[in-house]
C-alpha cells in the first residue's frame, strides 16, 4: 500500500494564482523565442568569425521542437520553487528565454558556444546565468530531476528547508531518444520504490532522434513503463485546430489517418509541405466522404499548418494539459507530439538533427518572423504587441525565486582515531560514522548517508542501526519485532538519515548529485556519504562525472578496491579507479592505509565538502586488516596526510633509495624496506595518501612558476628534494602504476613503478601480490634492477645487490 507523505504536497504558489496568460500575447512570445534561439546559433556559425575553421553546430530543429513547450512553462507553468531540467539541445532556447527575461546578457549570445559563452548545453557550473540541472549526456538530466525531488522530501521531512522555500515540482523537458537510456529505467524504478511525487518529465515526442526517425508505437511502451511505476501518463497528440478539424468534412478520416500513419512517412510529408500532403491525402483516403471539402478548405500556406498541429506545438493544448496537472502530487509523464525542427525549412527532414539553415533560408525566415533587419536582437523588434508581450515578460520576471542564501557552514570537530589495533579501513570508516551517530552534533545531524545495496557489505550498518532509514512513514522492523536475531536493526521513517538504493551505481551517484546540492536548492546543507564497491565505480562513471560537473558535493568511500579484495573475485577487481580518481575535476582521491589517516581525512573532507573552493572527496578503501602503528604523527606528517604524502621514514643525506607506496600495501612496503635497509641504511619511506592530491599540488606549483612566482613549490617538490638525486624511487600501488609513476619527474629520480596492469584472476593475497609483481619481493628487485643510462656512454648502475 502507499503510504500518506506527512509533509505538504502543494507548491506554494501555482499557475491559477497568476491566471492564465492572453494567448495572442504567448504566441507573439513563442515567435520571438522560436527567432531568437534560431539566430543565435546562426549568428554563432555564419556571422562570428572563426578563427579555426571548425563547424560551431547548435541545433536548430531540437530546439525548434520545443519552443511551444518552453515558452508555456517559463511564462506560465513553472512556480517560484519549481526546477528544470532543460534537454540538451535546447540550451539555445533556455538562454533565449533567459535573454528575454533579463538575465542573460546579449553579449553572452553572441558568443554562444564561445569561451565563456552560453555553453552548448545547460550547464550549472559553466554558465553565467541560474540553470538548475546540467544536462548533455542524455538521460542523466532527466533522472536527476526524479533524485531531486526524493531530495525535497527529504530536506523537508529533517525540516531542512531554508525559511521561504515550499516544495516544488522538478520538470525535465526531454527528448524522446533519452528513453533508450538504460538509466532511465534505473532511476523510475528506483522513485517507484520510493514513492516520489512532484515530478513532471514532458517528453518532446518529436518522433526523431540524432540518426533518423524513432521507432513507431513507441508511445505505447512509454505509456506501459510510466503507468507501471504510478505516474499519470498526459498524451498531447492533436492542437485545437485538428481536434476542431474533427467534426468538419473528413474529420474523423483524416484524424484516423494521422494516428496510423508511419512516423517516417508523417516527417517527410512535413518535410516536403503542402503538396506532398495534398497528393497524399488523395491517394490515401481515395473515396472518403467530405475529402475534396477539406483539401479545397485549404490553402498551400494553411494545410500544412493543420496537418502538423500537433499537441506539442499548440499552446492552448499545453496550458490545458500543465493546468489540469497542478496540484496533483502523483509524478507525471507527459508526451507531447512535436515536430523536429516545426516552423523552420528542416522541419521532419531525417537528418535535421545537426542541421543549420543556410544564410538564404535564414534572410526567408526572418521575414516570416517579422524582425526588422539590424534589430535581429531586439527583444521586442516587430511584435504587434510589444507592450502587452513585455508586461507578460515582467509577469514570469517578478515570479522568479529569490536566490537561494549560503548556508552557514556545519562545524565539524577533530575525528578521533577509532580503536582497534588490527583494523581494516573499511572497518575504520564504519566505526567513525558509528561513533559520529552516538551524539546529535550538528556534523551528524546533517550526515546523509546512501548506498547501492552493500550497506551492510560496506561498514555502514552500525551508522543505519543508530541514525534508521529514511521513509516518508514510519514502517517497523518486522525482523526486529518477530524478535529474530540481527546485527541489522533498520527502522525506517520520515527521520531516518540512510537512504537505501537497489543495486544500480547509476541512481546512487545521481543521487548523490542532488544530495549534494540540497544547499543550492533549498539553503541547507546536508553532507552527503555514498557507498560502493570500487570496481562499481566505473558502472555508474557517466552519473558520477555528471555529479561533480553539476559541482555537487558528496563524500564517497569506495571499498572494497584492487586486487586486494581478493576473496571477492577476479572480475571485482578495480584497477583504473585511482586514475580516474586523480583525472575527474571537482573530486579529490584519497588512499589511505591507517586508521589515524582516514580519521584526518574525514574530519577534513567534511569541511572541504561545505567551503567555497572545495569539492566532493572519494575514498579508495580496503578490506584489508593492517596492524595500526602506535603513533601520533607529528604535525608536519598530519599536514602531509592532506596534501597527499608524507615520509614514514625520511631519507638520508646520501640515501640511494626510497619506496612510495599507497593503501594497503603498506606493509609490502615496510617488509621491503627492513629487506634493503640493511644495505641503504638512509633508506625512505613515503606513504601516500592521495596520488591526486600531490598530482594538483604538484601541477599548481609548476603553473604558478610558469607565470613568473619562482618562489611556488609543491609538496611533493618538498618531499622529494629530501632526496638525493641519483637515487632510485620505487613506487608501488594496488591499481595502474601510472598513478604514482610520474613521481619521478618531480625532482629527476629515476623510477620503478610498481602496480596493477592485468585484470580478472582469482586468488590469495600472496599469489595475487606476486603474480603482479606488487608483493615485497618484487620491490626489492625494482630497487635493485639496473637503471636504464640516462645519455649514451653512461654505465648502468647497481643500487643495491638482489
Ligand atoms: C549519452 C549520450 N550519448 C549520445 C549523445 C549524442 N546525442 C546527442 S543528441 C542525440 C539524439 C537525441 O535525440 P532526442 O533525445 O530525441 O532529441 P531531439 O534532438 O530529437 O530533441 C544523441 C544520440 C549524447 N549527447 N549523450
Ligand atoms: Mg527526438
Redesign the pocket.
Known amino acids: 500500500m502507499r503510504s500518506e507523505h506527512p509533509h505538504p504536497a502543494e507548491p506554494r504558489l501555482t499557475p491559477r494564482d497568476w491566471g492564465r496568460p492572453d494567448l495572442e500575447v504567448l504566441k507573439a512570445l513563442e515567435s520571438k523565442i522560436l527567432w531568437l534561439s534560431t539566430y543565435m546559433i546562426h549568428h554563432a556559425n555564419h556571422i562570428r568569425p572563426s578563427r579555426d575553421g571548425l563547424k560551431v553546430g547548435g541545433?536548430q530543429?531540437?530546439s525548434a521542437?520545443?519552443v511551444s513547450l518552453m515558452t508555456a512553462l517559463y511564462f506560465h507553468s513553472l512556480g517560484p520553487d519549481d526546477r528544470i531540467a532543460v534537454?540538451?539541445?535546447?540550451s539555445p532556447v533556455m538562454h533565449a528565454i533567459q535573454y528575454l527575461l533579463g538575465t542573460q546578457d546579449l553579449d553572452q549570445l553572441k558568443r554562444f558556444r564561445g569561451l565563456g559563452g552560453a555553453q552548448s548545453y545547460p550547464s550549472r557550473t559553466k554558465d553565467a546565468v541560474e540553470v538548475d540541472f546540467s544536462t548533455?549526456?542524455?538521460?542523466?538530466g532527466v533522472a536527476a530531476t526524479l533524485f531531486a525531488s526524493l531530495v525535497q522530501d527529504y530536506v523537508g521531512a529533517h525540516g531542512l528547508m531554508q525559511d521561504g522555500r515550499a516544495q516544488g515540482r522538478m520538470v525535465s523537458l526531454?527528448?524522446?531518444?533519452?528513453l533508450d537510456?538504460g538509466n532511465i529505467y534505473e532511476a523510475l524504478l528506483e522513485g517507484w520504490k520510493h514513492e516520489i511525487r512532484n515530478l513532471w518529465w514532458i517528453i518532446?515526442y518529436?518522433r526523431?532522434?540524432?540518426?533518423g526517425v524513432?521507432n513507431d508505437e513507441l508511445f505505447h511502451k512509454i505509456e506501459g513503463f510510466f503507468s507501471n511505476v504510478g505516474w499519470k501518463v498526459v498524451t498531447l497528440k492533436f492542437g485545437r485546430r485538428l481536434e476542431a478539424a474533427r467534426n468538419g468534412p473528413a474529420g474523423e478520416a483524416i484524424l484516423d489517418w494521422i494516428e496510423r500513419c508511419p512516423n517516417q512517412l508523417y516527417s517527410a510529408l512535413t518535410f516536403k509541405g503542402a503538396s506532398a500532403w495534398r497528393d497524399r491525402l488523395r491517394q490515401d483516403l481515395h473515396g472518403a466522404s467530405g475529402l475534396k471539402s477539406f483539401l479545397d478548405m485549404h490553402d498551400d500556406e494553411t494545410l500544412p499548418a493543420i496537418m502538423t498541429n500537433l499537441g506539442g506545438h499548440d499552446l492552448e493544448t499545453i496550458l490545458d494539459a500543465f493546468d489540469a496537472a497542478h496540484g496533483d502530487p502523483t509524478p507525471h509523464c507527459f508526451v507531447a507530439y512535436t515536430i523536429?525542427g516545426y516552423g523552420l525549412p528542416l522541419q521532419g527532414h531525417k537528418d535535421n538533427?545537426a542541421g543549420l539553415m543556410n544564410p538564404t533560408q535564414l534572410s526567408e525566415f526572418q521575414r516570416r518572423c517579422g524582425v526588422p533587419e539590424g534589430a535581429e536582437w531586439e527583444p521586442l523588434a516587430g511584435l504587434k504587441n510589444p507592450r502587452a508581450v513585455a508586461d507578460l515578460i515582467g509577469a514570469a520576471r517578478r515570479r522568479r525565486r529569490a536566490a537561494v542564501a549560503v548556508p552557514p557552514v556545519v562545524a565539524v570537530d577533530p575525528i578521533p582515531t577509532p580503536a582497534g589495533a588490527n583494523l581494516s579501513t573499511q572497518e575504520a570508516f564504519g566505526k567513525i560514522l558509528f561513533e559520529l551517530a552516538r551524539e546529535r552534533t550538528p556534523l551528524s545531524e546533517r550526515i546523509v548517508t546512501t548506498s547501492p545495496d552493500v550497506t551492510v557489505s560496506t561498514n555502514l550498518s552500525g551508522w543505519v542501526n543508530r541514525r534508521g532509514v529514511f521513509h516518508s512513514s514510519d514502517k517497523a522492523d518486522i525482523f526486529q519485532d518477530e524478535k529474530i536475531a540481527s546485527p541489522q536493526k533498520w527502522r525506517m521513517g520520515p527521520r531516518g538519515q540512510h537512504i537505501e538504493l537497489g543495486i544500480a551505481e547509476n541512481n546512487l551517484f545521481l543521487l548523490l548529485g542532488q544530495l549534494g546540492l540540497a544547499h543550492a536548492f533549498w539553503g541547507e546543507r546536508v553532507l552527503p556519504v555514498g557507498t560502493v564497491y570500487d570496481p562499481f565505480i566505473n558502472r555508474g562513471l557517466?552519473a558520477l562525472i555528471y555529479a561533480c560537473y553539476q559541482g555537487a558535493r558528496f563524500m564517497l568511500a569506495a571499498t572494497p578496491s584492487g586486487v586486494t579484495l581478493a576473496p571477492e573475485g577476479g572480475a571485482h577487481q578495480s584497477v583504473n579507479t585511482p586514475l580516474i580518481g586523480m583525472a575527474q575535476d571537482g573530486l579529490s582521491y584519497f588512499e589511505p592505509a591507517y586508521a589515524d589517516e582516514l580519521a584526518l581525512i574525514m574530519a577534513w573532507a567534511f569541511k572541504h565538502l561545505q567551503a567555497e573552493d572545495g569539492g566532493s572527496v572519494y575514498l579508495r578503501l580496503s578490506t584489508r586488516v593492517l596492524a595500526q602503528p602506535e603513533r601520533s604523527l607529528a604535525p608536519d606528517q598530519a599536514a602531509g596526510v592532506i596534501d597527499g604524502a608524507y615520509w614514514v621514514r625520511r631519507p638520508g643525506m646520501s640515501s640511494a633509495l626510497a619506496i612510495a607506496y599507497c593503501g594497503a600495501l603498506a606493509p609490502e612496503a615496510q617488509a621491503a624496506a627492513r629487506a634493503l635497509m640493511d644495505r641503504n641504511p638512509g633508506l625512505g619511506v613515503l606513504a601516500v595518501t592521495s596520488p591526486d592530491r600531490l598530482y594538483r599540488g604538484w601541477s599548481e606549483a609548476q603553473r604558478r612558476r610558469a607565470l613568473g612566482e619562482a618562489d611556488a613549490a609543491a609538496p611533493v617538490e618538498r618531499l622529494l628534494s629530501d632526496l638525493p638525486r641519483d637515487a632510485t624511487l620505487v613506487s608501488v600501488i594496488d591499481g595502474h602504476p601510472a598513478s604514482l609513476a610520474w613521481l619521478g619527474s618531480v625532482e629527476g629520480h629515476a623510477i620503478q613503478g610498481l602496480g596493477v596492469d592485468r585484470f580478472g584472476q582469482s586468488a590469495d593475497l600472496p599469489d595475487l601480490y606476486r603474480t603482479h609483481g606488487i608483493d615485497a619481493q618484487a620491490i626489492v628487485r625494482a630497487a635493485s634492477a639496473p637503471r636504464r643510462a640516462l645519455w649514451r656512454g653512461q654505465k648502468p648502475r647497481r643500487l643495491a645487490e638482489p
Open positions: 541545433h530543429s531540437s521542437s520545443v534537454k540538451p539541445h535546447a548533455g549526456s542524455v538521460g542523466l526531454l527528448g524522446d531518444a533519452e537510456e518532446d518529436n526523431q532522434s540524432l540518426d524513432v523536429k538533427h557517466d
